[in-house]
């Protein structure tokens, strides 16, 4: 196989740097060139090289011209809504820097494959969901939700690039949520609090991936991309309750039309994180995916299972409990 230079975008983020490392370590990969807005912290392993840019500039180009990349991965997505940061703004991160980028990825021609982490968020939480979407089902979807909406344009704009540019593979992953020791995001943010609020009479199947696995998606996609979205998720489904129990999180049990209140007013004392409305539809109906397509077409089968997961995270979490008391 010919070495294979690569272009990763939010290289600073936690995930992004050990995708980097994962992808410079693997001997394909002649080198890795990571963008990002600031300095990874720590110091980057032996062919990475950091570029400081803006996926909202105007010199993108010339960045990606230098770099002269044969795959992007483009991961520069948040996958769910954060708290503190406006919808103008994840609107300008997920389609504006999509659109930026995908405009200096056409003027390539040396590059084969496009990697785009997406997010299972497309198929959105509903009470009438299937039990497990397949890829195809996020076309008849509803989109309930300003980040919904963002990130059904996202991929409509993945999708138009690769019509334009047949040579290119373009892969969008679609993964579930994101668990994970380590993790700094609203579902472990959430996790983490003394208190979890649930919907009284609600008891939804939730599906993750472990950090370590949507690492190995990432660079499985790299090494064998394919054409269109697959959804990444581990196997199985773990009902909220059975979550909870396995994180020692009490939960919080709210009837519905109260639900809106009780949360905002513990998230105003600091007794849990803000949650926003796609928070809220996940933590009352639950999703599930297909993930038929990852194993047949992507060749990746994660290592853990949902509640493998879900355990593991548990175990650390309990590991760093027992080394404070200490």
């Known amino acids: 196989m010919t ?115 997406g997010s299972a968020s497309i198929y959105g939480s509903a009470p009438d969901a299937p039990a497990f979407f397949t890829e195809d089902l996020a076309r008849a979807a509803t989109l309930h939700t300003r980040f919904q909406r963002d990130v059904g344009e996202l991929e409509r704009l993945v999708e138009a690039f690769a019509r334009r540019h047949p040579s290119v593979i373009c892969t969008v992953l679609r993964p579930q949520p994101t668990i994970g020791a380590t993790i700094d995001n609203p579902i472990m943010n959430l996790f983490r609090a003394p208190v979890v609020p649930t919907f009284l009479g609600f008891d939804p199947r939730l599906q993750f991936i472990l950090d370590e696995d949507l690492v190995g998606a990432v660079a499985a996609a790299v090494d064998h991309p394919v054409r269109g979205p697959v959804n990444i998720a581990g196997d199985g489904t773990v009902s909220l309750a059975r979550t909870l129990r396995r994180l020692g999180r009490r939960s919080l049990p709210i009837a519905a039309p109260a639900y809106g209140a009780v949360v905002g007013g513990l998230a105003r004392i600091g007794s849990l994180p803000p949650i926003n409305d796609d928070i809220v ?46």
């Open 3 to 117: 070495p294979r230079r690569v272009l990763i975008t939010g290289v600073s983020s936690p995930l992004g740097a050990r995708v980097a490392t994962r992808l410079a370590s693997d001997p394909n990969v002649e080198h890795v060139v990571g963008l990002d807005t600031r300095r990874p912290p720590g110091v980057l392993a032996q062919r990475i090289t950091y570029v400081e840019a803006d996926l909202r500039s105007g010199d993108l180009a010339g960045t990606l011209k230098l770099a002269a990349p044969h795959v992007v991965v483009h991961q520069d997505v948040v996958q769910f809504p954060e708290p503190g940061r406006s919808a103008r703004s994840l609107h300008d991160l997920n389609v504006i820097g999509t659109l930026r980028l995908l405009a200096a990825c056409g003027e390539l021609p040396g590059l084969r494959a496009l990697v785009v982490r």
């Open 281 to 326: 539809r996940y933590l009352r109906n639950g999703r599930g995916v297909d993930t038929t397509r990852m194993r047949r077409d992507l060749r990746f089968v994660p290592t853990h299972t949902t509640a493998e997961a879900i355990d593991a995270v548990a175990a650390t979490i309990r590991a760093e409990r027992s080394g404070a008391a200490a």
